[in-house]
């Protein structure tokens, strides 16, 4: 089996196991990638529409949101996160091409 998943053509990193993933939803302007155990991964980025992408960090934990900044939409980026890597420091990037990010 080859592990390097290529979920909406946008995941890069490797899966390595069952609460070792990266679960991807993409629409036609925006993509969220859920990481259940912190783990820094990587993603293909130019397969949503928009030039420019606005990018945050949402805790589902606290329902908080923290924005991380506008990103150009095209080759591979590197997202690491903090608080390292185990089960339960979940989070979800959110990758969004008219920038509407939600207020928490």
């Known amino acids: 089996m080859d592990t390097t998943t290529q979920t909406c ?4 990193s490797e899966q390595t196991g069952s609460d070792n993933y990266i679960e991807v939803l993409r629409g036609y302007s ?3 990638a859920y990481v259940p155990t912190g783990k820094n ?7 949503i529409k928009g030039a420019t ?21 095209s080759g591979q ?3 690491d996160l903090s608080g390292g890597e185990n089960l ?4 979800v990037l959110v990758l969004d091409a ?3 990010q939600q207020r928490h």
Do not use: C, H, Q, Y
Not at 9 to 12: D, E, H, Q
Not at 41 to 47: D, I, Q, S, V
């Open 9 to 12: 053509g946008l995941i890069l």
């Open 30 to 32: 925006f993509a969220m």
């Open 41 to 47: 991964f990587a993603l293909r980025l130019g397969r």
């Open 53 to 73: 992408l606005t990018a945050w960090w949402f805790d589902p934990g606290t329902g908080r949101s923290e924005r991380v900044g506008r990103l150009e939409n």
């Open 77 to 79: 980026k590197e997202f």
């Open 88 to 91: 339960g420091n979940d989070w």
């Open 98 to 100: 008219k920038g509407r």
